[in-house]
Protein backbone atom coordinates (compact mmCIF):
# COMPACT_ATOMS: atom_id res chain seq x y z
CA UNK A 1 0.00 0.00 0.00
CA UNK A 2 2.57 2.53 0.92
CA UNK A 3 4.95 1.51 -1.99
CA UNK A 4 1.73 2.25 -4.14
CA UNK A 5 1.31 5.86 -2.78
CA UNK A 6 5.02 6.43 -2.70
CA UNK A 7 5.51 4.74 -5.99
CA UNK A 8 1.86 4.90 -8.05
CA UNK A 9 0.54 8.07 -6.84
CA UNK A 10 3.14 10.67 -5.62
CA UNK A 11 4.64 10.82 -8.55
CA UNK A 12 1.57 12.22 -10.72
CA UNK A 13 1.21 14.74 -7.88
CA UNK A 14 5.03 16.11 -7.89
CA UNK A 15 4.85 16.28 -11.83
CA UNK A 16 1.89 18.20 -12.21
CA UNK A 17 3.13 20.34 -9.04
CA UNK A 18 6.44 21.13 -10.95
CA UNK A 19 4.84 21.50 -14.16
CA UNK A 20 1.87 23.74 -12.91
CA UNK A 21 4.51 25.97 -10.76
CA UNK A 22 6.67 26.44 -13.34
CA UNK A 23 4.25 27.87 -15.68
CA UNK A 24 3.23 29.84 -11.97
CA UNK A 25 7.17 30.91 -10.95
CA UNK A 26 7.46 32.15 -14.96
CA UNK A 27 4.38 33.92 -15.35
CA UNK A 28 4.86 35.65 -12.06
CA UNK A 29 8.09 36.03 -10.70
CA UNK A 30 9.96 34.82 -14.09
CA UNK A 31 13.84 37.17 -13.07
CA UNK A 32 13.68 35.68 -9.34
CA UNK A 33 16.28 32.32 -9.91
CA UNK A 34 19.21 33.88 -10.95
CA UNK A 35 21.92 33.76 -7.78
CA UNK A 36 21.59 36.64 -5.23
CA UNK A 37 24.99 38.05 -6.32
CA UNK A 38 26.56 34.65 -4.39
CA UNK A 39 30.32 35.56 -6.40
CA UNK A 40 29.84 39.17 -4.56
CA UNK A 41 29.45 37.42 -1.11
CA UNK A 42 32.02 34.83 -1.13
CA UNK A 43 34.45 33.68 -4.45
CA UNK A 44 36.87 31.20 -3.75
CA UNK A 45 34.82 28.52 -1.92
CA UNK A 46 31.87 28.58 -4.17
CA UNK A 47 34.51 28.16 -7.04
CA UNK A 48 35.77 24.85 -5.51
CA UNK A 49 32.36 24.10 -4.46
CA UNK A 50 30.10 25.14 -7.70
CA UNK A 51 32.64 23.46 -10.06
CA UNK A 52 32.99 20.04 -8.97
CA UNK A 53 29.67 20.22 -7.96
CA UNK A 54 28.04 21.00 -11.75
CA UNK A 55 30.32 19.10 -13.53
CA UNK A 56 30.11 15.97 -11.42
CA UNK A 57 26.62 15.97 -10.99
CA UNK A 58 25.15 17.38 -14.73
CA UNK A 59 27.22 14.25 -16.66
CA UNK A 60 25.81 11.83 -13.71
CA UNK A 61 22.07 13.63 -14.71
CA UNK A 62 22.94 13.61 -18.44
CA UNK A 63 23.28 9.83 -18.44
CA UNK A 64 20.56 8.76 -16.40
CA UNK A 65 18.77 10.85 -18.75
CA UNK A 66 19.83 8.87 -21.88
CA UNK A 67 19.30 5.70 -19.94
CA UNK A 68 15.92 6.96 -19.53
CA UNK A 69 15.26 7.43 -23.16
CA UNK A 70 17.49 4.33 -24.94
CA UNK A 71 17.76 1.82 -21.81
CA UNK A 72 18.98 -0.68 -24.77
CA UNK A 73 22.13 1.73 -25.25
CA UNK A 74 23.10 0.94 -21.56
CA UNK A 75 22.80 -3.00 -22.06
CA UNK A 76 24.83 -2.83 -25.72
CA UNK A 77 27.74 -0.63 -24.06
CA UNK A 78 27.91 -2.81 -20.86
CA UNK A 79 28.17 -5.62 -23.25
CA UNK A 80 32.11 -6.72 -22.17
CA UNK A 81 32.76 -6.81 -18.36
CA UNK A 82 35.99 -4.10 -18.72
CA UNK A 83 33.18 -1.26 -20.67
CA UNK A 84 30.81 -1.97 -17.58
CA UNK A 85 33.63 -1.39 -15.10
CA UNK A 86 34.35 1.96 -17.14
CA UNK A 87 31.06 3.20 -17.28
CA UNK A 88 30.34 2.45 -13.12
CA UNK A 89 33.78 3.83 -12.38
CA UNK A 90 33.82 7.04 -14.07
CA UNK A 91 29.80 7.20 -12.90
CA UNK A 92 31.53 6.62 -8.98
CA UNK A 93 34.23 9.05 -9.69
CA UNK A 94 31.51 11.73 -10.51
CA UNK A 95 29.55 10.70 -7.71
CA UNK A 96 32.72 11.68 -5.38
CA UNK A 97 33.32 15.06 -7.46
CA UNK A 98 29.82 15.79 -6.90
CA UNK A 99 30.00 14.71 -3.16
CA UNK A 100 32.88 17.24 -2.55
CA UNK A 101 31.42 19.89 -4.34
CA UNK A 102 28.18 19.77 -2.55
CA UNK A 103 29.79 19.63 1.02
CA UNK A 104 32.04 22.12 -0.07
CA UNK A 105 28.81 24.62 -0.95
CA UNK A 106 27.51 23.55 2.44
CA UNK A 107 29.97 24.43 4.67
CA UNK A 108 30.32 27.54 2.73
CA UNK A 109 26.89 28.36 3.85
CA UNK A 110 27.26 27.34 7.35
CA UNK A 111 30.77 29.16 7.85
CA UNK A 112 30.60 31.80 5.85
CA UNK A 113 28.85 35.21 7.71
CA UNK A 114 27.55 37.32 4.88
CA UNK A 115 26.40 34.12 2.99
CA UNK A 116 24.82 32.90 5.97
CA UNK A 117 22.75 36.23 5.72
CA UNK A 118 21.29 35.43 2.74
CA UNK A 119 20.68 31.87 3.10
CA UNK A 120 16.52 31.42 2.89
CA UNK A 121 14.70 27.81 3.94
CA UNK A 122 14.32 26.78 0.59
CA UNK A 123 18.03 26.65 0.27
CA UNK A 124 18.73 24.69 3.18
CA UNK A 125 15.73 21.99 2.21
CA UNK A 126 17.70 21.78 -1.07
CA UNK A 127 20.57 21.40 0.30
CA UNK A 128 19.10 18.01 2.18
CA UNK A 129 17.60 17.26 -0.52
CA UNK A 130 20.52 16.82 -2.71
CA UNK A 131 22.50 15.59 -0.23
CA UNK A 132 20.41 12.73 0.67
CA UNK A 133 19.91 12.11 -3.09
CA UNK A 134 24.03 12.16 -3.87
CA UNK A 135 25.02 10.12 -0.69
CA UNK A 136 21.75 7.27 -1.45
CA UNK A 137 23.66 7.20 -5.51
CA UNK A 138 26.57 6.73 -4.07
CA UNK A 139 24.85 4.10 -2.02
CA UNK A 140 23.31 2.55 -4.87
CA UNK A 141 26.56 2.74 -7.05
CA UNK A 142 28.90 0.94 -4.17
CA UNK A 143 26.67 -1.85 -2.11
CA UNK A 144 23.89 -2.82 -5.07
CA UNK A 145 26.12 -3.11 -7.96
CA UNK A 146 25.71 -3.06 -11.00
CA UNK A 147 23.17 -0.07 -11.26
CA UNK A 148 23.82 1.00 -14.55
CA UNK A 149 22.58 -2.25 -15.87
CA UNK A 150 19.65 -2.83 -13.02
CA UNK A 151 18.50 0.52 -13.29
CA UNK A 152 17.79 0.61 -17.27
CA UNK A 153 16.45 -2.60 -16.64
CA UNK A 154 13.46 -2.17 -13.39
CA UNK A 155 13.50 1.48 -12.68
CA UNK A 156 13.17 2.73 -16.35
CA UNK A 157 10.88 0.89 -17.00
CA UNK A 158 8.80 1.89 -14.10
CA UNK A 159 9.18 5.29 -14.94
CA UNK A 160 7.94 4.85 -18.27
CA UNK A 161 4.94 3.20 -16.71
CA UNK A 162 4.47 6.19 -15.04
CA UNK A 163 4.46 8.53 -17.96
CA UNK A 164 2.22 6.10 -20.07
CA UNK A 165 0.11 6.48 -17.05
CA UNK A 166 -0.28 2.62 -16.39
CA UNK A 167 1.96 2.61 -13.45
CA UNK A 168 3.75 -0.76 -12.07
CA UNK A 169 5.05 -0.25 -9.19
CA UNK A 170 5.92 -4.05 -8.96
CA UNK A 171 9.14 -2.93 -10.96
CA UNK A 172 10.89 -1.14 -7.83
CA UNK A 173 8.58 -2.32 -4.80
CA UNK A 174 11.40 -5.08 -3.90
CA UNK A 175 14.30 -2.96 -4.87
CA UNK A 176 16.21 -2.14 -1.62
CA UNK A 177 15.44 0.66 0.47
CA UNK A 178 18.20 2.78 -0.12
CA UNK A 179 17.30 2.77 -3.24
CA UNK A 180 13.65 3.32 -3.07
CA UNK A 181 15.27 6.66 -1.15
CA UNK A 182 16.91 7.82 -4.20
CA UNK A 183 13.91 7.33 -6.52
CA UNK A 184 11.30 9.03 -4.10
CA UNK A 185 13.89 11.89 -3.36
CA UNK A 186 14.59 12.15 -7.11
CA UNK A 187 10.38 13.16 -7.36
CA UNK A 188 10.63 15.48 -4.02
CA UNK A 189 13.74 16.98 -5.77
CA UNK A 190 11.80 17.73 -9.36
CA UNK A 191 8.49 18.82 -6.89
CA UNK A 192 10.61 21.45 -5.88
CA UNK A 193 12.16 22.78 -8.73
CA UNK A 194 9.62 25.87 -9.61
CA UNK A 195 9.57 27.04 -6.07
CA UNK A 196 13.56 27.12 -5.22
CA UNK A 197 16.85 28.22 -6.47
CA UNK A 198 16.81 25.00 -8.90
CA UNK A 199 14.36 26.66 -11.09
CA UNK A 200 17.87 27.89 -12.73
CA UNK A 201 18.74 24.68 -14.85
CA UNK A 202 14.74 24.94 -16.66
CA UNK A 203 16.27 28.00 -18.95
CA UNK A 204 16.23 27.45 -22.58
CA UNK A 205 19.86 26.99 -23.43
CA UNK A 206 21.42 25.39 -20.15
CA UNK A 207 24.57 24.46 -22.27
CA UNK A 208 26.07 28.18 -22.07
CA UNK A 209 25.77 27.50 -18.58
CA UNK A 210 29.27 25.08 -19.13
CA UNK A 211 31.15 27.55 -21.51
CA UNK A 212 30.20 31.13 -20.96
CA UNK A 213 32.69 32.93 -19.31
CA UNK A 214 32.41 33.37 -15.77
CA UNK A 215 30.28 36.57 -14.75
CA UNK A 216 29.33 38.23 -12.00
CA UNK A 217 25.54 38.45 -11.30
CA UNK A 218 23.77 41.22 -9.38
CA UNK A 219 20.59 41.43 -7.76
CA UNK A 220 17.57 42.19 -9.69
CA UNK A 221 15.08 44.91 -8.07
CA UNK A 222 11.80 45.99 -9.80
CA UNK A 223 12.61 49.09 -8.05
CA UNK A 224 16.11 49.60 -7.72
CA UNK A 225 16.98 51.78 -4.41
CA UNK A 226 20.40 53.26 -6.02
CA UNK A 227 20.65 55.59 -9.19
CA UNK A 228 24.21 53.39 -9.98
CA UNK A 229 22.02 50.35 -10.96
CA UNK A 230 21.09 50.33 -14.64
CA UNK A 231 17.35 49.07 -14.65
CA UNK A 232 15.94 46.60 -16.98
CA UNK A 233 12.28 47.50 -18.22
CA UNK B 1 14.44 32.26 14.02
CA UNK B 2 13.38 29.09 11.81
CA UNK B 3 15.81 29.55 9.50
CA UNK B 4 18.39 30.00 12.67
CA UNK B 5 17.58 26.02 13.76
CA UNK B 6 16.70 24.68 10.20
CA UNK B 7 20.32 26.37 9.66
CA UNK B 8 21.50 24.51 12.62
CA UNK B 9 19.66 21.06 11.57
CA UNK B 10 21.11 21.41 8.74
CA UNK B 11 25.27 21.32 9.73
CA UNK B 12 23.82 18.49 12.26
CA UNK B 13 23.19 16.53 9.22
CA UNK B 14 26.02 17.19 7.23
CA UNK B 15 28.01 16.06 10.05
CA UNK B 16 25.75 12.62 10.36
CA UNK B 17 25.38 12.07 6.60
CA UNK B 18 29.63 12.24 6.42
CA UNK B 19 30.22 10.27 9.31
CA UNK B 20 27.89 7.75 8.31
CA UNK B 21 29.50 7.86 4.63
CA UNK B 22 32.52 7.40 6.06
CA UNK B 23 31.10 4.35 8.75
CA UNK B 24 29.85 2.90 5.45
CA UNK B 25 33.27 3.17 3.23
CA UNK B 26 35.63 1.72 6.34
CA UNK B 27 32.98 -0.93 7.10
CA UNK B 28 31.72 -2.36 3.69
CA UNK B 29 34.91 -4.35 2.61
CA UNK B 30 34.86 -6.07 5.84
CA UNK B 31 31.02 -7.03 5.86
CA UNK B 32 30.65 -8.00 2.31
CA UNK B 33 33.67 -10.25 2.63
CA UNK B 34 32.37 -11.51 5.29
CA UNK B 35 28.79 -11.93 3.63
CA UNK B 36 30.85 -14.02 0.89
CA UNK B 37 32.38 -16.56 3.13
CA UNK B 38 29.29 -17.08 5.23
CA UNK B 39 27.45 -17.82 1.67
CA UNK B 40 30.32 -19.99 0.75
CA UNK B 41 29.98 -21.82 4.50
CA UNK B 42 26.38 -22.49 3.77
CA UNK B 43 26.37 -23.58 0.80
CA UNK B 44 30.17 -26.13 0.50
CA UNK B 45 28.34 -28.60 3.12
CA UNK B 46 25.61 -28.88 0.36
CA UNK B 47 27.85 -29.65 -2.70
CA UNK B 48 28.60 -33.30 -0.89
CA UNK B 49 25.54 -34.92 -1.34
CA UNK B 50 25.59 -34.46 -5.49
CA UNK B 51 27.34 -37.20 -5.93
CA UNK B 52 26.83 -38.57 -9.25
CA UNK B 53 26.63 -35.30 -11.63
CA UNK B 54 23.94 -34.31 -14.00
CA UNK B 55 24.88 -34.16 -17.49
CA UNK B 56 23.89 -30.63 -18.63
CA UNK B 57 23.42 -30.11 -22.27
CA UNK B 58 23.86 -26.59 -22.65
CA UNK B 59 27.33 -24.58 -23.75
CA UNK B 60 28.76 -23.37 -20.77
CA UNK B 61 30.69 -20.62 -22.77
CA UNK B 62 27.56 -19.64 -24.32
CA UNK B 63 26.37 -19.49 -20.80
CA UNK B 64 29.19 -17.58 -19.57
CA UNK B 65 28.55 -14.67 -22.92
CA UNK B 66 25.14 -14.36 -21.43
CA UNK B 67 25.67 -14.25 -17.70
CA UNK B 68 28.44 -11.30 -19.12
CA UNK B 69 25.72 -9.64 -21.63
CA UNK B 70 28.71 -10.47 -24.32
CA UNK B 71 25.34 -11.99 -25.65
CA UNK B 72 22.16 -10.61 -25.32
CA UNK B 73 18.86 -12.74 -24.09
CA UNK B 74 16.88 -12.96 -27.01
CA UNK B 75 13.59 -11.21 -25.64
CA UNK B 76 16.08 -8.12 -24.19
CA UNK B 77 16.66 -9.37 -20.53
CA UNK B 78 19.18 -7.69 -18.64
CA UNK B 79 22.15 -9.81 -18.46
CA UNK B 80 22.85 -11.76 -14.99
CA UNK B 81 25.98 -10.16 -13.97
CA UNK B 82 23.68 -6.59 -13.63
CA UNK B 83 22.71 -7.88 -10.05
CA UNK B 84 24.93 -10.96 -9.47
CA UNK B 85 28.19 -12.56 -8.91
CA UNK B 86 29.73 -15.65 -10.39
CA UNK B 87 33.33 -15.00 -10.17
CA UNK B 88 34.28 -13.80 -13.26
CA UNK B 89 36.00 -10.30 -14.38
CA UNK B 90 38.18 -8.55 -12.50
CA UNK B 91 35.68 -6.30 -10.29
CA UNK B 92 33.05 -9.64 -10.49
CA UNK B 93 29.69 -9.05 -10.73
CA UNK B 94 26.79 -7.09 -9.55
CA UNK B 95 25.41 -7.24 -5.61
CA UNK B 96 22.11 -6.21 -5.68
CA UNK B 97 21.48 -10.33 -5.53
CA UNK B 98 22.93 -13.24 -4.34
CA UNK B 99 26.06 -14.78 -5.25
CA UNK B 100 25.66 -17.56 -7.59
CA UNK B 101 28.51 -19.01 -7.54
CA UNK B 102 27.74 -22.16 -6.03
CA UNK B 103 24.30 -22.18 -6.74
CA UNK B 104 25.12 -25.08 -9.10
CA UNK B 105 25.79 -27.13 -5.62
CA UNK B 106 22.87 -26.34 -3.56
CA UNK B 107 20.31 -28.90 -4.10
CA UNK B 108 17.74 -26.28 -2.07
CA UNK B 109 18.49 -23.62 -5.01
CA UNK B 110 19.71 -25.62 -7.98
CA UNK B 111 15.81 -25.96 -9.32
CA UNK B 112 15.83 -21.82 -9.37
CA UNK B 113 17.89 -21.91 -11.98
CA UNK B 114 14.67 -22.64 -14.81
CA UNK B 115 12.79 -20.53 -16.92
CA UNK B 116 9.66 -21.40 -15.12
CA UNK B 117 10.85 -20.10 -11.91
CA UNK B 118 12.81 -16.39 -13.31
CA UNK B 119 9.90 -15.75 -15.70
CA UNK B 120 7.16 -16.79 -13.29
CA UNK B 121 8.02 -14.08 -10.41
CA UNK B 122 10.16 -16.72 -8.13
CA UNK B 123 12.48 -13.46 -7.28
CA UNK B 124 10.80 -10.59 -6.54
CA UNK B 125 13.05 -8.44 -7.69
CA UNK B 126 13.38 -10.08 -11.07
CA UNK B 127 9.67 -11.48 -11.59
CA UNK B 128 8.11 -8.51 -13.08
CA UNK B 129 11.40 -7.92 -15.37
CA UNK B 130 10.98 -11.11 -17.16
CA UNK B 131 7.07 -11.84 -16.55
CA UNK B 132 7.87 -9.18 -19.81
CA UNK B 133 11.10 -10.57 -21.42
CA UNK B 134 11.14 -13.97 -20.90
CA UNK B 135 14.29 -16.14 -20.52
CA UNK B 136 14.18 -18.91 -23.03
CA UNK B 137 14.56 -22.94 -22.08
CA UNK B 138 17.36 -23.10 -24.47
CA UNK B 139 19.35 -20.03 -22.45
CA UNK B 140 19.19 -21.16 -19.17
CA UNK B 141 20.24 -25.03 -20.24
CA UNK B 142 23.23 -22.56 -21.60
CA UNK B 143 23.62 -21.06 -18.36
CA UNK B 144 23.27 -24.00 -16.15
CA UNK B 145 26.10 -25.49 -17.72
CA UNK B 146 28.18 -22.33 -17.13
CA UNK B 147 27.17 -22.77 -13.19
CA UNK B 148 27.75 -26.17 -12.98
CA UNK B 149 31.69 -25.18 -14.21
CA UNK B 150 31.56 -22.15 -11.63
CA UNK B 151 30.60 -24.58 -8.81
CA UNK B 152 33.65 -26.20 -9.01
CA UNK B 153 35.88 -23.66 -8.29
CA UNK B 154 36.39 -20.89 -5.31
CA UNK B 155 33.89 -17.63 -4.57
CA UNK B 156 36.08 -15.06 -5.53
CA UNK B 157 35.24 -11.61 -3.42
CA UNK B 158 32.89 -9.06 -4.17
CA UNK B 159 36.03 -6.16 -4.83
CA UNK B 160 33.99 -3.86 -3.57
CA UNK B 161 36.96 -2.06 -1.66
CA UNK B 162 39.32 -1.84 -5.09
CA UNK B 163 36.20 -0.58 -6.84
CA UNK B 164 36.02 2.17 -4.26
CA UNK B 165 39.48 2.81 -4.22
CA UNK B 166 39.77 3.16 -8.08
CA UNK B 167 36.71 5.73 -8.06
CA UNK B 168 38.48 7.18 -5.39
CA UNK B 169 41.65 7.75 -7.58
CA UNK B 170 39.39 8.65 -10.61
CA UNK B 171 38.15 11.57 -8.43
CA UNK B 172 41.21 12.98 -7.18
CA UNK B 173 42.82 12.79 -10.93
CA UNK B 174 39.56 14.87 -11.75
CA UNK B 175 39.97 17.31 -9.19
CA UNK B 176 43.70 17.80 -10.33
CA UNK B 177 42.99 18.37 -13.68
CA UNK B 178 40.21 21.38 -13.12
CA UNK B 179 43.65 22.66 -10.60
CA UNK B 180 45.73 22.80 -14.04
CA UNK B 181 42.57 24.33 -16.87
CA UNK B 182 41.34 26.97 -14.08
CA UNK B 183 44.72 27.52 -12.54
CA UNK B 184 45.08 31.04 -14.07
CA UNK B 185 41.58 31.93 -13.88
CA UNK B 186 42.20 35.03 -12.07
CA UNK B 187 45.92 36.13 -13.06
CA UNK B 188 45.15 35.60 -16.70
CA UNK B 189 41.72 37.36 -17.23
CA UNK B 190 41.91 39.96 -19.52
CA UNK B 191 41.30 43.09 -18.25
CA UNK B 192 39.24 43.88 -14.84
CA UNK B 193 35.67 42.39 -14.18
CA UNK B 194 32.74 43.64 -13.04
CA UNK B 195 33.53 41.74 -9.36
CA UNK B 196 37.08 44.09 -9.36
CA UNK B 197 35.15 47.28 -10.14
CA UNK B 198 32.38 46.25 -7.35
CA UNK B 199 35.27 45.73 -4.85
CA UNK B 200 36.78 49.02 -5.90
CA UNK B 201 33.92 50.94 -5.13
CA UNK B 202 33.27 49.40 -1.62
CA UNK B 203 37.36 50.29 -1.00
CA UNK B 204 38.47 46.41 -1.47
CA UNK B 205 41.08 45.35 -3.32
CA UNK B 206 39.57 43.95 -5.84
CA UNK B 207 40.19 40.38 -7.09
CA UNK B 208 38.39 37.71 -4.88
Given at each position: M??Q??????P?V?LT????G??W????????????SS?????????????PWH?GI?T??V??????????LV?A???????L??L???G?AL?????FG??AL??R?IT???V??M??S?DV?IL?I?I??V?T???N???Y?W???????A??PW?W??L????????V????????????????????I???R????V???P??????P????R??H??????NI?QY? | ???????????G???????L??F?G????PA??AEN?A??A?VT?A?????A???E?G??S??????K????????G??????H??????????V??P???K????P??????S?????G??????????A???ITE?E???L?A?????S????A?S????F??IG??????????????W?G?Y??RA???????LW????G????
Amino acid sequence: MADQIFFGAAPYVLLTIAVVGLFWRFSTNRYSWSTQSSQFLENRTLFFGSFPWHYGIITILVGHFIAFLIPSLVFAWNGAPARLYLLELVGLALGFLALFGLLALIYRRITNARVKTMTSSWDVLILIILIIQVVTGLGNAIFYRWGSNWYAAAAVPWMWSILKFNPNVDFVRNLPLNTKIHIFNAMIFIGFIPFSRLVHFVVINPYKYLVRPYQVVRWYHRNPKTENIVQYK
Amino acid sequence: MVLESSKKMLKGGVRLAAALFLFMGLMSAPAMAAENAAAAAVVTPAAAPVAAEPVEHGDASIGEQLFKGEVRLVNGGPPCISCHSISVGALNGGVLGPNLTKIYADPTKNGFVSDAWINGGGSPVMGPIFAEKNITEGEVNNLRAFFQKQSKGEVAGSATGGFVIIGLAGFIGILIIFSIIWAGRYSKRAGNTAHDALWRNYGGKGGR
